[in-house]
């Protein structure tokens, strides 16, 4: 998928060709397939080509109307082509673009074309007649879309880093999503790293002209809407036909497809429906494994299922992909301080994929938030008057439960009204009580007023227990969205587009309106996933109990191999010396080694940003901060 870019000097002052030369040049691995722009007066469009689809290649973007009233930059991949053809009357031979149908979607239907729209979409339309730019991200926030809007100036573009690059919007530190970060809080949507500069919300349309701003959420989940079946067989033929669609839906691409392929259900899913759809050959699957640490290896799970699908399988040994591993190469966003601690895993794995010439990679990681609602399946069964199931199943599962947490908190207090738990909080105060905050510098919580922008949950859908609104609340966690802009400009640099079937809006859907025992059903996770693959690969590999986890890997990184680059980071910290973290507790941390709070969490959190913050600094010069 491509990068879109948009300027509007609402002013009234033209658009310079230098102002648009800088946000270009500061995403060059998002134009794989080259860019093109569009200029009049104050507004000025541009679009950075990655051509997946055979539409895409035979139209390039910014696209126009015949009238050239309308021009549209998208980011996109649409899901419901045929229907959107079949409504709006085009000629389907045509074999329109995905662009080409969201300008024809504004044509019939304005700006509430977006709720005729399922896929990834971010798009920026400037129409003429109406002198107003309108955009618009997807429900989940799948394509990237970041803004900056003041009084006379407008800038749109997928990435942060292309935003600041804009030679009038200053580059200063946002504190407060700094603080949020370090605590963990990813129910903001909108605070980037930079103050003033922001993302599009997910599921949010803009308008914005000369004079005015109008912004709307056009999509949310209906907390009311239930699927119940017979038997938990329905459930699974439900889900199963759901992911097939949504697999089939990413593999519209021209070239290769690879897949990052543990030994999860979720991945192994994907492989088998992507192999069963296309022709030989056009597969590949990608898998790090471990000969020196093999709590991290997974390769008796893979193996049957290469074996019963004849799938073109990479094994990449990964042993010396610890954490903090070659550092004078270690990958660094240039919007977002988070990093994955284990990245060069899912690097090894770009690195094969480009050497094999694919063109997509999918993955699987947010099925592990998809269905991971079920915790809260006590309290469903609760709500739903079902005593005597859960009765019958806490007995039955009694060995593997953990009586307060899963019973008490996921069960009784989880069955409560929202309503009730809203009133007990306001009892108790603000929730950064809540929350891990030894590690802040004393100051910071009062500096940026955090305690009042975290989350009440006001504007919510109204869910009838607790146990949904913490599945709604995962669901749409901001860390999904930001965290897959990091992994697309990372996969871009490879040439590489990026897609996860799972994060799809219909499965969302169905997720929140199953049983959550569908979910979970102790002491199995995922429960109806398991069912719809059940006979599609081995039983042991299927309802397979254990997890994996590549703690060992930061362990030895941090701990033994590169203990020393810690202590040369941790000399003199930014992340003190700019009052962001206690120098005293991250001393101690370091002292604490493999017994060190929250299995190393925090430190990381810290240790990334400092990081983080060293190159940003060398990237921007004295003028950063």
């Known amino acids: 998928m491509s990068a879109i870019v948009a300027i509007f000097q609402r002013h009234g002052q033209p658009v310079t060709t230098a102002a648009m030369d800088a946000l270009l040049a500061a995403a060059p691995h998002r134009a794989v397939d080259g860019q093109d722009t569009w200029y009049q007066g104050p507004v000025a469009l541009a679009h950075q080509h990655f051509d997946l689809t055979p539409e895409g290649h035979a139209a390039p973007q910014p696209v126009r109307n015949p009238a050239?009233?309308?021009?549209?930059?998208?980011?996109?991949?649409?899901?419901?082509?045929?229907?959107?053809?079949?409504?709006?009357?085009?000629?389907?031979?045509?074999?329109?673009?995905?662009?080409?149908?969201?300008?024809?979607?504004?044509?019939?239907?304005?700006?509430?074309?977006?709720?005729?729209?399922?896929?990834?979409?971010?798009?920026?339309?400037?129409?003429d007649s109406q002198q107003h730019l309108f955009i618009a991200r997807d429900p989940l926030g799948c394509a990237d879309l970041a803004c900056y809007l003041d009084e006379q100036l407008c800038v749109i573009a997928s990435e942060v880093n292309q935003v600041i690059a804009h030679p009038a919007i200053p580059r200063r530190l946002n504190d407060l999503k700094i603080a949020m970060i370090l605590v963990s809080w990813w129910h903001d949507h909108e605070q980037t790293v930079f103050e003033n500069v922001y993302y599009v919300p997910p599921a949010h349309a803009l308008v914005i002209t000369a004079g005015s701003v109008r912004r709307w959420r056009y999509w949310d989940i209906d907390p009311g809407r239930r699927?119940?079946?017979?038997?938990?067989?329905?459930?699974?033929?439900?889900?199963?036909?759901?992911?097939?669609?949504?697999?089939?839906?990413?593999?519209?691409v021209t070239g290769r497809v690879g897949i990052s392929m543990s030994g999860g259900i979720d991945s192994l899913t994907m492989a088998i429906l992507a192999t069963e759809q296309l022709p030989p050959g056009r597969v590949d699957t990608f898998t790090y494994v471990f000969d020196q640490f093999p709590e991290c290896d997974e390769r008796a799970y893979i193996r049957p299922v290469v074996d019963q699908y004849n799938l073109n399988a990479h094994f990449l040994l990964s042993d010396h992909r610890?954490?903090?591993?070659?550092?004078?190469?270690?990958?660094?966003?240039?919007?977002?301080?988070?990093?994955d601690a284990f990245v060069r895993l899912p690097l090894a794995v770009a690195d094969a994929a480009r050497a094999n010439n694919c063109q997509l990679l999918l993955n699987g990681h947010y099925a592990d938030i998809l269905l991971a609602?079920?915790?809260?399946?006590?309290?469903?069964?609760l709500r739903r008057g079902h005593w005597g199931t859960l009765t019958r199943r806490l007995w039955q599962q009694r060995a593997h439960l953990h009586w307060r947490h899963d019973v008490l908190d996921w069960g009784l207090q989880a069955a409560l009204p929202p309503a009730v738990l809203r009133l007990r909080r306001l009892r108790q105060g603000r929730p950064l009580r809540h929350l891990y905050t030894a590690h802040l510098a004393p100051d910071l919580p009062q500096r940026t007023r955090l305690g009042d922008y975290l989350d009440t949950g006001a504007?919510?859908?109204?869910?009838?227990?607790?146990?949904?609104?913490?599945?709604?609340?995962?669901?749409?966690?901001?860390?999904?969205a930001q965290g897959r802009a990091v992994a697309r400009q990372r996969y871009h640099a490879y040439g590489l587009a990026y897609a996860d079937p799972f994060l799809d809006r219909r499965l969302v859907e169905f997720a929140v309106a199953v049983p959550l025992e569908q979910l979970m059903r102790p002491p199995h996770t995922k429960?109806?996933?398991?069912?719809a693959m059940t006979g599609h690969m081995p039983d042991h590999v299927v309802w397979r109990r254990d997890k994996t986890t590549f703690r060992r890997l930061i362990q030895v990184g941090l701990l033994d191999k590169e203990r020393d680059k810690v202590r040369q980071l941790l000399t003199h910290p930014r992340i003190v010396e700019m009052g962001y973290v206690?120098?005293?507790?991250?001393?101690?941390?370091?002292?604490?080694?493999?017994?060190?709070?929250?299995?190393?969490?925090?430190?990381?959190?810290?240790?990334?940003?400092?990081?983080?913050?060293?190159h940003r600094a060398h990237c921007a010069g004295p003028a950063f901060g």
């Not at 610890?322 to 990093?339: E, I, K, Q, R």
């Not at 609602?373 to 069964?381: I, Q």
């Open 322 to 339: 610890w954490t903090l591993s070659d550092f004078a190469t270690w990958p660094v966003s240039p919007d977002f301080p988070v990093a």
């Open 227 to 252: 699927l119940r079946y017979k038997n938990d067989d329905e459930y699974a033929d439900h889900l199963r036909e759901l992911i097939t669609s949504a697999v089939r839906d990413r593999l519209r």
């Open 459 to 480: 504007g919510r859908p109204a869910f009838d227990s607790l146990a949904r609104l913490r599945q709604y609340n995962h669901l749409l966690l901001a860390a999904t």
């Open 68 to 127: 050239g009233t309308l021009t549209l930059t998208a980011d996109v991949r649409l899901d419901n082509r045929a229907e959107l053809i079949r409504t709006l009357g085009l000629d389907p031979a045509g074999q329109p673009s995905d662009a080409a149908l969201i300008l024809a979607a504004y044509t019939r239907w304005g700006t509430a074309c977006v709720t005729h729209l399922l896929g990834d979409f971010a798009f920026a339309l400037w129409d």
């Open 527 to 531: 429960y109806v996933l398991r069912r």
């Open 582 to 614: 206690s120098a005293a507790w991250l001393q101690q941390e370091l002292m604490n080694g493999s017994s060190w709070h929250g299995d190393g969490y925090q430190f990381w959190l810290c240790l990334a940003l400092e990081i983080w913050l060293r």
């Open 373 to 381: 609602g079920g915790r809260g399946w006590p309290a469903d069964l």
